[in-house]
């Protein structure tokens, strides 16, 4: 896939186009993170963490309008300095040194004719975090519902027809106890009752994201296994 086909995968929530990110980017953004932080700096559980995290503020990066495609490689050298300042991020944090302010850099290596910056807003990513509790913490049928409609975008009558529900109303108005639901339970964590939908939908969508990557994990894993097992096979018919 294309950088621009990428970018509209990513924009609609396209597992297709996220599945081939994590299949043709992750190795070498591991390998350039891993070079970059050398002698344990940073470790291969870290470097797992840093390529979710990186994905997810690529995505509400995209999403957001932020990121241009001006040529091939630029979703990548964008993932890979979103990745590195991250690692900053998570080395700060071992250190228990202060960062207050929100830290700005370049992502364009190449002279782009466009160029953007990426900046982590920690106020911004605490509260993410804290609406990313808020959802795990929703019942899993509130769960499955709200990825149908926020990441999956299907219709009211779709989700019925999925969910065995009686008709689309029945769909909607499960949908709104499960909104009410998730505000009830982020504004005790929070301490506000004011949740755009939006926030909703985001932490959804970083929900649905960071399961799309754990079960592309476990495929690559699968991978390596069958490889192995075949491996030891060819040995077998050697001897």
């Given at each position: 896939?294309?950088?621009?086909q990428?970018?509209?995968?990513?924009m609609q929530?396209?597992?297709?186009?996220?599945r081939?990110i994590?299949?043709?980017m992750?190795?070498g953004?591991?390998?350039?993170?891993?070079?970059?932080?050398?002698?344990?700096?940073i470790?291969?559980?870290?470097?797992?963490?840093?390529?979710?995290e990186?994905?997810i503020?690529?995505?509400q990066?995209?999403?957001?309008?932020?990121?241009v495609?001006?040529?091939?490689g630029?979703?990548?050298?964008?993932?890979v300095q979103t990745?590195?300042l991250?690692a900053?991020n998570?080395?700060?944090?071992?250190?228990?040194?202060?960062?207050?302010?929100?830290?700005t850099?370049s992502?364009?290596?190449h002279?782009?004719?466009r160029?953007a910056?990426?900046t982590i807003?920690?106020k911004?990513?605490?509260?993410d975090?804290?609406?990313?509790?808020?959802?795990?913490?929703?019942?899993p049928?509130c769960?499955?519902l709200?990825?149908l409609?926020?990441w999956?975008?299907?219709?009211m009558?779709?989700?019925?027809?999925i969910?065995?529900?009686?008709n689309a109303?029945?769909?909607?108005?499960?949908?709104?106890?499960?909104m009410?639901?998730?505000?009830?339970?982020?504004a005790?964590?929070?301490?506000?009752e004011?949740?755009?939908?939006d926030?909703?939908?985001?932490?959804v969508?970083?929900?649905a994201?960071?399961?799309?990557?754990?079960?592309?994990?476990?495929h690559?894993?699968r991978g390596?296994?069958?490889?192995?097992?075949?491996?030891?096979d060819?040995?077998?018919?050697?001897?």
């Amino acid at each position: 896939m294309t950088d621009a086909q990428l970018l509209f995968g990513i924009m609609q929530n396209d597992d297709r186009a996220w599945r081939h990110i994590c299949r043709n980017m992750k190795f070498g953004f591991t390998s350039i993170i891993g070079r970059s932080f050398p002698n344990g700096k940073i470790s291969q559980e870290d470097i797992e963490d840093i390529f979710q995290e990186s994905l997810i503020v690529l995505m509400q990066k995209a999403k957001s309008g932020s990121i241009v495609v001006t040529r091939e490689g630029a979703i990548f050298s964008y993932l890979v300095q979103t990745g590195k300042l991250i690692a900053c991020n998570v080395m700060r944090k071992k250190r228990s040194s202060s960062w207050d302010e929100a830290v700005t850099i370049s992502i364009d290596q190449h002279n782009e004719e466009r160029e953007a910056s990426l900046t982590i807003d920690e106020k911004q990513q605490a509260e993410d975090e804290f609406l990313d509790r808020a959802f795990d913490l929703l019942p899993p049928d509130c769960k499955t519902l709200l990825k149908l409609f926020y990441w999956d975008h299907k219709t009211m009558d779709e989700i019925a027809s999925i969910l065995g529900m009686r008709n689309a109303d029945s769909a909607k108005t499960k949908k709104n106890k499960c909104m009410n639901k998730f505000k009830d339970i982020a504004a005790k964590l929070i301490e506000s009752e004011e949740f755009a939908e939006d926030a909703v939908r985001a932490a959804v969508e970083r929900a649905a994201l960071r399961e799309l990557i754990e079960e592309e994990k476990e495929h690559a894993d699968r991978g390596i296994c069958m490889a192995a097992l075949d491996t030891d096979d060819d040995d077998k018919k050697k001897r």
